[in-house]
C-alpha cells in the first residue's frame, strides 16, 4: 500500500466511480482500476461494492478510507512543514479549536496573532474536545484548544483563562433578576451544550434537583442562537455567552459555587512543533495576548 493507491482509492471513494475518479485525477481509468484492484489483494478483503453505474465503499472501505484521508493530510501537512523551514516565519498552524472558545474567543486571540506572524497561515478544525484530542495524538492537528476536563495523558497543556458557567435567556424567563438560582433554573426549558451534560446534571443533583433540558447540543454557538430566539435558557460558558450582549438576551451568573472550566492549548508532549505551532505555543503564553 502506498500513497499514490490511497489518493486513488479516496477519489473513487468521493466520487463514486471510477470513470468520475478519473475524471478528477485527469487520467485513463484502466491505472485506476489495476490500483483498487491491486489495493484489494494486497489487504484481502473487498473495499467497493460495485453497481451497473456507482461503487459504494464496504464496511472495509470505509475504515480505509478514514485512515486515507488522515494519511494523506499527514503527508501533505509534513511536506508543508519542511518546505516552511527554508523561509523563515511562514507555515501553516494547523489547529483545533472547541466551538464555544471559536464563537468568541478565537477571532481576536488570531487576530493578534497574525499581527505578530502575519506569514502564518491558519486551518481550523472546529470539533469537540474528545474529537480533537484524537486529531492531535494522530498528529493531524498540532494543538488544539479545548476546555476542561478532559485527559491529559501525553499532552502538553498551557492553561489560558477560567470562567464560569452562566444563564442566558430572554429577559422574561428571568425578569429583573440579577442572578438565578438552581431551584430556578430547573423549571425552565434548559438547552445544554452537551459538553457540559454531565457537569450540569451533577449540579443540579447536588441541591436535589432533577432539570428540565428542552434541547441539547454538540455546538455552543448552536445553543446560543436557541437562546437569543426565546426557545430556552442556554447554559454556556461565560466567554460562549458574550455575543449575546447586544442581543435581547440576558447573561446572568448562577447562584452558589457555580461550576468553572478553564480553556487550555493543548500539544502532544515531546514533539517537534513546527515554526507555526511553537509560534503559537508561545504566543498563548502571553497574558497579555
Not at 227 to 254: F, H, T, Y
Request: aromatic share 8%; charged share 25%.
Amino acid at each position: 500500500m502506498d500513497l499514490k493507491q490511497l489518493q486513488y482509492f479516496v477519489a473513487v471513494a468521493e466520487e463514486g466511480g471510477i470513470t468520475a475518479a478519473a475524471r478528477k485525477l485527469y487520467m485513463s481509468q484502466p491505472p485506476i482500476t489495476a490500483q483498487i484492484k491491486q489495493l484489494e489483494e494486497e489487504l484481502s478483503c473487498v473495499l467497493f461494492l460495485r453497481g451497473a453505474r456507482s461503487m459504494r465503499l464496504t464496511d472495509e472501505g470505509r475504515l480505509l478510507y478514514e485512515r486515507a484521508k488522515t494519511m494523506l493530510e499527514l503527508e501533505r501537512s509534513t511536506r508543508e512543514e519542511i518546505a516552511a523551514r527554508f523561509f523563515a516565519g511562514e507555515g501553516t498552524l494547523r489547529l483545533g479549536v472547541v466551538s464555544s472558545v471559536a464563537s468568541s474567543l478565537l477571532p481576536g486571540w488570531l487576530r493578534r496573532f497574525h499581527d505578530l506572524h502575519p506569514n502564518i497561515r491558519f486551518e481550523l478544525s472546529e470539533e469537540n474536545t474528545y474529537q480533537l484530542l484524537e486529531k492531535l495524538r494522530a498528529g493531524v492537528i498540532e494543538a488544539a484548544l479545548v476546555r476542561t476536563p478532559f485527559p491529559a495523558e501525553h499532552l502538553r497543556a498551557i492553561e489560558i483563562s477560567s470562567e464560569m458557567l452562566v444563564a442566558a435567556g430572554r429577559a422574561g424567563f428571568f425578569p429583573e433578576a440579577e442572578r438565578v438560582t438552581l431551584e430556578q433554573l430547573a423549571h425552565l426549558p434548559l438547552l445544554i451544550y452537551r459538553r457540559w451534560e454531565r457537569i450540569a446534571e451533577e449540579m443540579f443533583a447536588g441541591g436535589g434537583l432533577v432539570p428540565r433540558v428542552l434541547l441539547r447540543s454538540d455546538s455552543a454557538s448552536t445553543i446560543a442562537a436557541m437562546a437569543e430566539s426565546g426557545l430556552g435558557v442556554g447554559l454556556l460558558p461565560q466567554s460562549a455567552a458574550q455575543p449575546l450582549e447586544k442581543s435581547q438576551v440576558r447573561i446572568l451568573p448562577i447562584d452558589g459555587d457555580g461550576v468553572r472550566t478553564t480553556i487550555t492549548a493543548v500539544f502532544r508532549a515531546h514533539a517537534t512543533l513546527s515554526h507555526a505551532a511553537e509560534a503559537f505555543a508561545q504566543f498563548v503564553q502571553d497574558p497579555f495576548r
